[in-house]
């Protein structure tokens, strides 16, 4: 999977060597070292935990996929708080520093927001903000596909650069929301699938509405 090579190349960076990155993002690692190498390593380790989203692994082995959750999480914290000195630090001026500041802001919401709702048991809800969170840190590999255009056009680095600082993962999040649209349950699957009121007969609405988010 994409994700998992791009992971699996952030984390050369653990190196610190500028000579890793084009000669246009080198002054991101130079802003700030330890930012830089805490913001690509751990980003790069919760690039590699795509498979907590694989069904049969959290039917037969949640013990699994609670850890690998977890270990997501924790990964996108820190990354996602290193983020902000690398994105103020960028040459390429404010919009691009304000487009990544974002990404950061969304990706750790959106991660905090499904880590509240497993906490609360919400489990239909923590599945929803966990697409957008993994969305959001797939803006990694949209970024870096997206910079592969004027390295092979021969085009101006900075203003491709500037706006994909902003489309990487607006792009990401939009597409999340529309997969989430079009395979969430319509109001007839709910129904049937509501859990009985016992003698009354009705169909209780508590689990449904306390699911949506």
Request: glycine share 8%; hydrophobic share 50%; net charge positive.
């Amino acid at each position: 999977m994409p994700s998992v090579a791009i992971g699996v190349y952030a984390l050369r960076y653990w190196s610190g060597d500028p000579a890793l990155l084009p000669y246009e993002l080198r002054v991101n690692l130079l802003h700030n070292p330890p930012s830089f190498i805490l913001h690509t390593s751990f980003g790069g380790l919760a690039l590699l935990l795509p498979w907590q989203f694989v069904g049969w692994l959290r039917r037969k082995h949640p013990a699994i996929h609670r850890w690998a959750g977890r270990a997501y999480v924790g990964c996108a914290l820190i990354s996602g708080v290193a983020a902000y000195p690398v994105a103020l630090g960028t040459i390429a001026g404010p919009i691009a520093s304000a487009g990544f500041a974002l990404m950061a802001t969304a990706w750790l919401g959106t991660t905090l927001v499904a880590w509240r709702a497993v906490r609360q048991r919400r489990y239909a809800a923590h599945r929803r903000w966990m697409i957008r969170s993994f969305a959001l840190a797939l803006s990694a590999v949209t970024l870096r596909i997206a910079l592969l255009v004027p390295m092979q056009l021969q085009l101006d680095f900075m203003p491709v650069y500037r706006v994909t600082s902003w489309a990487s993962w607006i792009l990401n999040l939009l597409l999340a929301e529309l997969w989430l649209r079009w395979t969430a349950p319509s109001p007839a699957q709910l129904v049937a699938t509501a859990p009985s009121q016992g003698a009354a007969g009705g169909a209780t609405r508590s689990h449904t509405s306390n699911e949506r988010a």
